[in-house]
């Protein structure tokens, strides 16, 4: 029997109640979906290490495979979103791995987004100190800097 008619069942035997019944397939998804979210979870811990410990090289080898996880997650909610208030994901924890992953993506972007901040911070200090340190002008013999730039007055050739 193919997943509709797997589905038609299910719903046949809980028409009265309302509740959606998962199918072995959904429940295959629901048990997937909730090992996903351990692993970002597990993930977004080493990369909020990192970042504390200042291992940036590390912060940016975990963001592919970050991107990646959240892709698949991203993919699969649509599957399992009818059963979040079904027995199925109260066996799995998902109400309280979802809280914990919302908790967890809450921390990243906060220190990520601090992180970005004392990189632009750094970036503008080195601009002011370039252009304290650069001529930004032409500056005369006694050190004053000149009103009008000087070049090399070019001669016209007219001999033919």
Known sequence: ??????????????????????????MGNIKAYTQKI???????????????????DQV??????KTALFKWLELRTPLIEPFLNNEA??????????????????EDTLLLSR?????KAIVREMEKANERRGLDGLYGQSGKLS??????????????
């Not at 940016?60 to 495979?65: D, G, K, N, Y």
């Not at 992180?115 to 990189?119: G, I, K, L, N, R």
């Not at 009103?147 to 033919?160: E, W």
């Open 147 to 160: 009103d009008t730039p000087k070049t090399k007055k070019k001669g016209v050739d007219t001999a033919l």
């Open 60 to 65: 940016t080898a975990l963001f592919e495979q």
């Open 1 to 26: 029997m193919f997943r509709f008619g797997k589905r038609q069942t299910a719903l046949a035997a809980t028409a009265s109640s309302g509740a959606v019944l998962p199918t072995a397939e959904d």
């Open 115 to 119: 992180m970005a901040s004392a990189a």
């Open 38 to 56: 351990q692993e970002v979870l597990t993930l977004l811990s080493q990369e909020i290490s990192a970042i504390k410990a200042g291992e940036l």
């Open 89 to 106: 994901a109260k066996q799995h924890r998902m109400d309280d791995l979802l809280k914990e992953l919302r908790d967890r993506i809450e």
